[in-house]
Every structure is written in C-alpha cells, then in structure tokens.
C-alpha cells in the first residue's frame, strides 16, 4: 500500500518527494466563533441552539451543518486549485461524550468515513487534527475551553481519554492511504513553567497511535499554540514530522499598515520564517506549516490578496509544505463565504452590530487593567495575559446569555433550520483573487 513516508527532512509519496499545498477547514467539526459569527465555543453555541430549538432539533441542526458544509462541489473546486491536502480540525466531542467517555458516538466515525470518501474520491490528502480536548489543551476559546484554564494538562483522567481516542482513530484508519497522518494536538498551550508533563504526553499519544498504526506520519507541535518547539524532543519513531503556525500579521499588528514599508514586511516575514523553516535541519524532520492567513477584509481587498501573495511566495522559497486558514467561514478569513442575502449571513449581521472577537479581547484587557490597580502598581504581563484568558470565560457567558441567544429567538423554528444551507457550495462566493493565488502557488 502507498502511504506518504518521511524520508529524512522530506515528505515521500510512491518514490518520489511530495510537497503539500492546500487548506484547512476550520468551524467545521469544530465551531470557532469569530469565524462563524457567533460568541461563545463550540459547546456553548450548540448548547444556545439546543435551547433555542430544544433538543431533537438542535442535533438536526448541527448535522445539517456538517452535511451541507463540505460537499462534493467543494472538492471539485479544491481539486481545480491543485489543493493536495485538507488538514480538518476537529473536536473531541464528536466522537466522546462527556457524561459517558467510554463509549465512542458512532456519528463521530460517521462524520469521518464520509470525509475520507471524498478525499479518496479526489485524491486529496486529509490530514485530521484534534482541536479540542477535555479541560482544554490551551487557554483560548477554539479549544471549547469556557473557563480560560488548560486544565487537560492538569488532569491524568482527561489525558487518557485523549491517548484512548487517538488509538481508536488510529485502528480504525490503519489502511486508508489517503490520510496523511494525524495532527495530534491543535495549538497546544500548556503555560506551565516546565514542559516535561507536555513532552511525556504527547509521547504517550505517539506510542499508543503506533501500537495500532504503523504507518501513518504522527506530527509534532511545539508548545505556546504550535509556536515554540524549546524542549521539545521527538519520539524514536522516523515518521515523525514538524507542524507549526505562522501568523506573522498577529505577532507585528504594524505589518497591516498599508503605509508600512512592503520590503521591510516581507523582510521581517521572511526572518520569522527561516526560524521555523530551520527547525528540519534541527530535528531532521520535514515541516508543514498548519496554519497561516489574514482577515480578509472586502474594502480592500487588493491589499489582503499582496499580504497573502507575501507569504505563498515564501513558503515557495523556503520549499515548505502548507495549509492556509481556511476555506469557508462566515466572511471573515475564509477563500469562500455564504452570500450576504443568507439566513446565515443575515443571522451574523445582527450578532456583528453587538459584538466582535476583537471588541471581546479588548474588553478582557481593560477590565484586567482595572483590577490590577485595585491590587498593584506593577502588574506583570505575563499574569495579565494568564489572568484575561479567565475573564474572557465570563464574557462567552454573558455574550451567550445576552447576545446570541436573544437574536436567536427573533427567528422562526423553519428559518433557522435553513441556515445550514447557506454553507453550500452553490451558495458560497469566493474570491477569484484568492483562488488564483491558490492556484499559482499550489506545489505541483
């Protein structure tokens, strides 16, 4: 059987070297608020449309969702591109609940057989990664992490529930070719001093994985959101490979000025990214960045297409292996988007005039200002920055309570129903400039 092999510092496929290029499908089978327009994690919204709707239909809900998001005229259009690799995070919960972790909801593998059809039907590469995980692997929301602590780090309990399902996973896509591996952690964040408890983890996941599996790629993150790879070691097993994120434009807000000089941009784009490039001549591995992308914005359009064409270009430079974020949303950082005249769309104008991702942090960092004067004249950073992620967990709730739920009300049982349907392909727009982009930088 042909599956995509290490090979040193390189990615191997039937003989010869591969490099990917593609997407991520980001709130998807893992729901992320600012992409989706609506407050909360992914527990809470399904939580606010299960009340709203009442139980039966809010699962009929979110398995619309599912079904209509990603079609088959989503990956034609994928595969026009010269996309060669969907890397698709997910949340534990889909295969996992709660209040009985024994036993795997089989909706789950359902959900995943389907995919896999279709990129074998297509010959794209999947590539699953985990995006949540109980207690939280990081402290932000896209983790469905609603207290703002990574408590999964704190919590043996929740660690073998994650090392269970990543073997069962595992056994049960031993033999599928097309997938590329398995993303074992999104993002991990453990904000502890010492990263040993992190490193031993992961090593448990990668052991348990290979007693059922061995030949499918385990990728290796780094720690602070797949950024920092300080301490970390790989496991004695040769089909290890890198993953990180690249969000250069996150890190240097300054790099978003349009008067900021082009050259020096790119300058300092490519200084971050020779870092992370260097880290296959450091472990010996080959690397693929997960994630990296902008907020598109449509009034200047022209602008957010040169800051993508920057870093496709360097990508192409350092002859690294990629996935963009990401494919659909709700017009936020995604290549296509339902139509403005959509019951979705219409849903998240309303939700948009009352709140934002951005209005949400900067609400955490004043308040987390305010209460540091009222205990001290020097409030470090680094306990300001632990400290908002915990306030921000009151904010998922009020905006829950307060915002999400109430323009909810105002529609009809029918009218929601139907908003899933706004993700299909034939009733998305997309950006030409993107997909043109795509389409040149795509490794051939």
């Known amino acids: 059987m042909d599956f995509v092999k290490v090979k040193g510092k390189e990615f191997y496929y039937k003989g010869e070297s591969i490099l990917f290029s593609g997407l991520g499908v980001g709130s998807w089978l893992n729901m992320e608020h600012f992409m989706l327009g609506l407050p909360g994690t992914d527990a809470q919204i399904r939580k606010t449309f299960e009340e709203v709707l009442g139980k039966e239909d809010g699962e009929k809900f979110f398995e619309s969702f599912i ?13 026009e591109m010269g996309v060669n ?5 997910f949340s534990y919960r889909l295969f996992i609940d709660d209040l009985n972790p024994h036993t795997y909801k089989e ?3 359902r959900y995943m057989d389907r995919l896999l059809a279709l990129c074998t039907k297509y010959e794209i590469f999947l590539m699953p990664d985990l995006h949540t995980t109980p207690g939280g692997q990081n402290p932000d929301w896209h983790s469905d992490n609603m207290t703002g602590i990574p408590q999964f780090w704190h919590f043996r309990i929740f660690q073998e529930q994650i090392v269970k399902l990543w073997k069962a996973i595992a056994a049960r896509y031993k033999e599928e070719t097309i ?3 398995c993303g074992r952690l999104n993002e991990p964040s453990s904000m502890l001093k010492n990263r ?4 031993a983890v992961l090593e448990v996941v990668t052991t348990a994985v290979r007693e059922v599996d061995p030949n499918h790629i385990i990728f290796i993150e780094g ?10 070691r790989l496991p004695r097993d040769e089909q290890t490979a890198l993953t990180f994120h690249f ?3 996150v890190w240097d807000e300054n790099l978003t000025n349009k008067d900021y000089d082009a050259a020096e941009r790119v300058r300092k784009m490519d200084e971050q990214l020779s870092g992370f490039s260097a880290l296959r001549d450091t472990f010996g591995r080959p690397a693929l960045c997960g994630e990296a992308g902008v907020d598109i914005k449509k009034d200047d359009l022209s602008f957010t297409m040169q800051l993508l ?5 360097l990508f192409q430079k350092h002859s690294l292996s990629w996935t963009l974020w990401s494919y659909k949303d709700a017009q936020w950082m995604g290549l296509a988007y339902p139509g403005n005249d959509t019951g979705w769309m219409k849903l998240v104008s309303e939700i948009r005039k009352k709140w934002s991702h951005y209005g949400q942090m900067q609400i955490a960092d004043e308040f987390m200002d305010e209460i540091g004067k009222r205990y001290t004249d020097d409030f470090s950073k680094e306990l300001k920055y632990e400290l908002q992620f915990q306030l921000r967990g009151v904010l998922y709730r009020m905006e829950e309570e307060y915002i999400l739920k109430p323009v909810l009300e105002k529609y009809s049982r029918e009218e929601i129903m139907a908003m899933p349907e706004s993700f299909r392909f034939e009733n998305c727009d997309y950006y030409e400039e993107y997909r043109k982009l795509l389409k040149q930088y795509s490794w051939k």
């Not at 690799?85 to 995070?89: A, N, Q």
């Open 179 to 181: 997938r590329l591996g």
């Open 67 to 79: 079904l209509n998001f990603l079609t088959d005229e989503d990956f034609r259009f994928l595969k």
């Open 247 to 249: 969000y250069p434009t």
């Open 196 to 199: 040993r408890r992190l490193i």
């Open 107 to 109: 909706e789950g593998f």
């Open 223 to 232: 720690d602070f959101f797949s950024m920092d790879f300080t301490d970390i």
């Open 309 to 313: 064409d920057e870093t496709l270009s």
């Open 85 to 89: 690799l969907l890397r698709v995070p």
